[in-house]
């Protein structure tokens, strides 16, 4: 017979948007009221947002946050929520320095508050220049059962803080999380979850954070798991959703403090009476994962949406030159922002195709969305006359892409659309791009999907459409016809460059399995290939630097995860 | 009587360039040899370069620099310097992971091997990140002499490996370093090493790498001080240098081992017959330290000239505008590279005033450096026309800077010259800039100088030359007319910013200080300028991101060490 009803809120919180979290906070926190939970949890840092990366270092934007959270305890008790235990993630600040913390809030007080004790400082994780560590662990008694806390990164510990509340004894354990999502790691978030609840001797509650933020997307996925490594509710993925279990725990009366596993575990009693019995939900809410593409595309979607909504933006616009990956991108775009949001640009040269023309018009027209074409001929031509740019080569094709850059920023300046570069992984790893050409824009929704990885969305996306009866969105013809930046007569992808099955391979044995020339040699790519193209991506760095932000969805992307010095005298391709 | 030389290698290593630096390792211990020193101590991680950043991850790079020392080893008995202790700086990798490491060479053989115990990680530094912290000390004993070693910021740490070193004994403590220049940091590196040389009981010698790195200039200023604080040798700032110093050391005979302060300490004898007596030298080498503005102007010139030069061009480009920031950046170009690598493009449009055109052709002359006229009139046409930008305001302002940009990177891919972009601190800092316009370009000599400082470096140059019977390579009249951007008729920078005294008063308290809306209203300032500049500080986050690098003077630059999230609901403004 359940005991105790606890919700996870798997909100969206913007980064540095106090006052909307705020709002958030009291909304969600009203709505798992409605649902008669007991306990509520939020995200890790859901007051602030995550990452809050330097903003951890302006004390003002500590202490906001510590006000903030102490305002929010009043509040709720003005919602009618004082007797809800509400867990609430923010940026607290102390003698040692900026902390990521939670607190637990309960009739109008701040009855719990823990600091993160592990800080990961790998991939996009830089938390030992944000944060200190933390060295307590609070448990709150609530109608008799102990519940203590740890956060994220707490619970991929060994030996840590899972082990100290288990030693201690808890008969409950909730974690907020920020943990983004990332493409092709199986699913270890269960299993851990599931050996971490065993060691603490309780069910583990984990609540992550939802939606977009700047290069990062969270999931969600939250999940709740018992002592017995059941799982008991699963949140669905990519969307706001407040996930409500019930519990049937057994009341340990647990009273040991002190320190367990070097950590200082304090107590503290809001009310030993059993909540009153109550009516069992029906059913175990347990969502089902999403396929691997449709996670992708998801993930794809909102960090886009996101993106541009809180960057305070409404609509996009880019180049539709007829090709692959501007049709992906526009049929992200209309899925994350509809059809009225986007306006496709078709800038033709004098060396565009007519296919090229056609097939961005027929996209538009599938989509449903802007389109209008602006040719740049006139605009080259003067370029090529004054400066005798006729011939040149890099020179004159460059001037092409860059024509076309400077009208979609001006186009962005009169009507005030975010614009979007259109440019996918293996271009931006082999510097495949013109720096202030084609690399222009504020986002780049498929900066990190190699090339191979971009027809096998558009075919997914388009098979999806066919399934659900409607239009597939992307022409069919810029699916299969071979690739060409247009930029000379003729002009095809693999003339500079290696047949993308191929590249695509060595760049994701290179990027994202950290191999060397010697493991590239003996998985039996050619030497001049492996040479040709690690050369390429080691010198695209300074392009890489100056390229936009877009979604990541691996933990390989490029950017601020993945930081090489833009002067590198040593190249992998000299080290055979 | 003297019976120890040591020489201090102060070298400009290039990230990534193992070949190279290894070419420059045996260079100098031939010099030090020359000089007839005991032992060499050359940088931190002088053989990788420093920082290395994300290359401390590869594998692969890791055994490139570990074989590199072993090779060197070799190659320096090769050389006839085997009887020559070499203190080497490298990137190790174990078991733990990798390591900022120094070796010490002897006859062929790598006889002390040790890790940085303390990793920074804040500012400009990510060690958390990039290393694991060692937990070792090797002293060894040469011509009886016991000599310890630490790097770099193990020195900052009170109760660290200075401290382990002085309770276990030794007479001699070396410290490689690769401490970046930092502005109005007052001296503190020669307060530091005295209490640490006292700490240890033995004279320090500090040996720091000199030269540009990416973004950050190293200013050598290498010292050596003995056990009571007696300053004993000290290098010149920005330039390459061997610091040869003879030292009069007590043989104490120490022999203690195992563990100190937490750390293990380790001994090996390479020999224990004192020294042949020897002739010392005649004079303490003490170099004196640069004036304020001589410093900035070195790190400058010299962050601008290894710049482009570690990352293979020869010449630099940009427009010369006649208003100031071209100016500073042409002399300061012109010192890093001489004339004939200075390439200056006048890009007229019709709001050009003829003063502009009479002074960029006057700077020109003055510096003796390239220069022609481009103008853009008819690109501009093409555009406004086409787009009907007439009359738009900032759409209209933001094709002129656009067009620009476009243009010297299409003279830059015919020519081969890096285009550098002019911008300053202050436009940077408040967003006065337009993105794929003025910004373009692959380096940003002097975007760490607010705009007041521009002015007085200006200033100071031109005296110098005075001093010098030169001529003075700013035009008189770039530094005292208004400044404007003349993107239409008339126009002034104090029409959309304040007066730059006041602007920069609020962006030093704010960027420098890291102070808070309340403490610029108890500064004086009205809470309606504080509002104005703050916004625009916040909004301009995404400009920043995709400006390009440039030389940092102080830890508060905007880049690497400056991370702020690009969505930012949060505005210190609000907090009032």
Redesign the interface.
């Known amino acids: 017979m359940p005991q105790l009803r606890i919700a996870l809120a798997q909100i969206n919180s913007?980064?540095?948007?106090?006052?909307?979290n705020t709002r958030l906070h009291l909304d969600w926190a009203r709505q798992a009221l409605g649902a008669r939970a007991h306990v509520v949890v939020f995200p890790e840092m859901s007051l602030t947002?995550y990452?809050?990366?330097?903003?951890s270092?302006?004390?003002?934007?500590a202490q906001?946050s510590r006000q903030a959270v102490d305002d929010l305890a009043g509040r709720l008790v003005e919602a009618g929520c004082g007797d809800l235990l509400v867990y609430v993630g923010y940026l607290d600040l102390d003698e040692a320095g900026p902390r990521d913390a939670a607190a637990a809030l309960y009739r109008g007080e701040v009855v719990a508050r823990q600091f993160k004790h592990h800080l990961p400082?790998?991939g996009v994780f830089?938390e030992?220049?944000w944060f200190k560590a933390g060295q307590t662990l609070d448990v709150v008694r609530l109608h008799g059962l102990d519940i203590g806390m740890v956060i994220c990164e707490d619970i991929w510990q060994d030996g840590g803080p899972v082990t100290a509340l288990g030693e201690a004894g808890v008969d409950l354990v909730v974690a907020p999380n920020a943990s983004p999502y990332e493409r092709s790691k199986d699913d270890i978030r269960l299993p851990l979850v599931a050996r971490r609840a065993a060691e603490a001797g309780a069910p583990l509650v984990y609540a992550n954070l939802v939606g977009g933020?700047?290069d990062l997307v969270f999931d969600g996925d939250s999940i709740v798991v018992g002592a017995n490594g059941d799982l008991l509710g699963r949140a669905p993925q990519f969307v706001e959703h407040l996930l409500v279990v019930d519990l049937d725990l057994p009341a340990g009366g647990h009273s040991a403090e002190g320190e367990f596993a070097g950590l200082k575990v304090r107590r503290r009693v809001l009310g030993t009476e059993p909540a009153a019995p109550y009516e069992p939900l029906a059913e175990v809410p347990i969502s089902e994962p999403l396929s691997d593409e449709a996670e992708v595309w998801s993930a794809l979607v909102v960090g886009l949406r996101d993106?541009v909504r809180?960057?305070g933006f409404r609509s996009v616009l880019f180049g539709f030159s007829g090709g692959i990956d501007s049709a992906v991108t526009a049929a992200l775009a209309v899925d994350a922002l509809g059809p009225d949001a986007v306006y496709g640009v078709s800038m033709p040269s004098k060396y565009s195709s007519a296919h090229s023309r056609e097939d961005a018009a027929e996209l538009a027209r599938r989509l449903g969305c802007h389109f209008r074409t602006?040719p740049v001929e006139?605009?080259v031509e003067?370029?090529v006359n004054?400066?005798n740019?006729a011939g040149?080569g890099?020179?004159e094709e460059?001037?092409q892409a860059?024509?076309r850059?400077?009208?979609l920023?001006?186009?962005s300046?009169?009507e005030g659309h975010l614009v979007l570069a259109t440019g996918n992984k293996t271009e931006l790893a082999v510097g495949y791009s013109t720096?202030?050409g084609d690399a222009?824009g504020?986002f780049a929704p498929i900066k990190d999907v190699f090339k191979r990885h971009v027809w096998e969305l558009a075919r997914w996306r388009n098979a999806e459409a066919e399934k659900r009866g409607e239009t597939p969105p992307i022409p069919e013809n810029s699916i299969t016809k071979p690739p060409s930046a247009e930029l000379r007569p003729g002009q095809l992808d693999t003339d500079s460059l290696p047949d993308y099955a191929l590249l695509d391979d060595i760049l994701d044995d290179y990027i994202e399995g950290?191999r060397?020339?010697?493991d590239l040699l003996a998985a039996g790519f050619e030497p001049e290939t492996i040479d040709r193209v690690l050369r390429m991506v080691d010198r695209a760095e300074?392009k890489r630097?100056?390229y936009?932000?877009g979604t990541k969805i691996t933990f390989k992307a490029f950017g601020?995860d993945?930081?090489?010095?833009?002067?590198?005298?040593?190249r992998?391709g000299d080290?055979r």
């Open positions: 913007t980064v540095g948007d106090i006052a909307g947002g990452p809050v990366e330097d903003l270092l302006r004390s003002t934007f906001a400082n790998y830089d030992h220049r933020q700047d993106y809180k960057n602006e006139d605009m003067v370029y004054q400066l740019l040149t890099l020179a460059n001037i860059r024509v850059g400077m009208l920023m001006a186009l300046n009169l720096i202030y222009v504020g950290d060397g020339y010697g300074y630097r100056q936009p932000i601020r993945r930081r090489l010095p833009i002067t590198n005298g040593w992998e080290q």
